[in-house]
């Protein structure tokens, strides 16, 4: 246990004309009752590593009995819980996380804080808490003009006045069409969906002469992913099956390839509420 004079820690004690700078009874000190944090930092501070992350060293030096946390910040993950030195120096593994798929991910600095936990302390007092390494930045994100329009033309004028509000009912249908054109920066896969506009609900509807004929239906959208571009249309026939709609709305969502860091402009299209 510590040595203490009467409740305060013992300064000092001397052999002879000589200070006893630390007294230990087995492995734990006793004197002083403060243990000390002399350095602490990672290992290779001045290098860059790659995006992809990985383990890398950090080392804590000082007096056997130190006990600290370490926390990691911006893309550190340090050992959780109270840590205690057994050895001087004891080098620790910080992982750093992956941002190599992370598209426009910039350079960053992660770091590590040491805090010095119940008697131990930092010697020197100023001795810097934090340290960081560098990594380097993601794959950059490309803007890929695609060209993007919508058209929509009615091809039966099917409508009533229900409760003084002009609705398109049962057999309305319009032609919607869909261009394209995949910029110079690379490939964007675009999906093209078809659905009513917002808070339609009870409306049925059915899609037909999907062209080219190589997409997917189900009872809310269409989608097709072009294989080949680079321009291309898209078309289908939409007609209302029941229900009364006071406008339709068609449009197209544009979906990025897997794994490619293109950004397609415009990102979505519509052709806003179409009304009787």
Request: aromatic share 10%.
């Amino acid at each position: 246990m510590p040595i203490n004079l009467f409740n305060n820690p013992l300064a000092s004690i001397k052999l002879g004309a000589n200070d006893i700078l630390k007294g230990y009874i087995g492995n734990g000190q006793i004197f002083p009752n403060s243990t000390s944090i002399t350095a602490a930092s990672f290992d290779n501070a001045g290098l860059t590593m790659p995006n992809t992350g990985g383990n890398t060293p950090y080392t804590v030096s000082g007096d056997i009995g130190s006990s600290f946390s370490l926390q990691g910040t911006v893309g550190a993950t340090a050992p959780s819980g109270t840590q205690v030195l057994a050895t001087s120096p004891t080098t620790y593994q910080v992982a750093i996380g992956d941002q190599s798929t992370t598209c426009g991910a910039g350079l960053r600095y992660p770091v590590v804080t040491i805090t010095p936990q119940g008697n131990t302390v930092f010697d020197p007092t100023n001795l810097t808490p934090t340290s960081n390494v560098v990594q380097s930045a993601g794959p950059s994100a490309i803007t890929n003009n695609i060209g993007l329009s919508i058209s929509a033309t009615n091809n039966s004028y099917q409508v009533q006045n229900i409760g003084g509000v002009l609705k398109w009912i049962t057999g309305a249908q319009w032609s919607v069409t869909i261009n394209y054109t995949v910029g110079s920066a690379g490939q964007n896969a675009v999906n093209y969906v078809f659905g009513t506009g917002a808070s339609q609900s009870g409306i049925g509807y059915t899609i037909s002469n999907i062209v080219p004929s190589a997409g997917f239906y189900n009872t809310t959208q269409v989608q097709y992913n072009p294989l080949q571009p680079p321009s291309r249309s898209f078309s289908a026939i939409w007609t209302l099956q029941s229900g009364a709609a006071q406008y339709v709305s068609f449009g197209s969502l544009i979906s990025n390839n897997t794994g490619a860091c293109y950004s397609a402009s415009p990102g979505s299209i519509t052709t806003g509420n179409l009304f009787p």
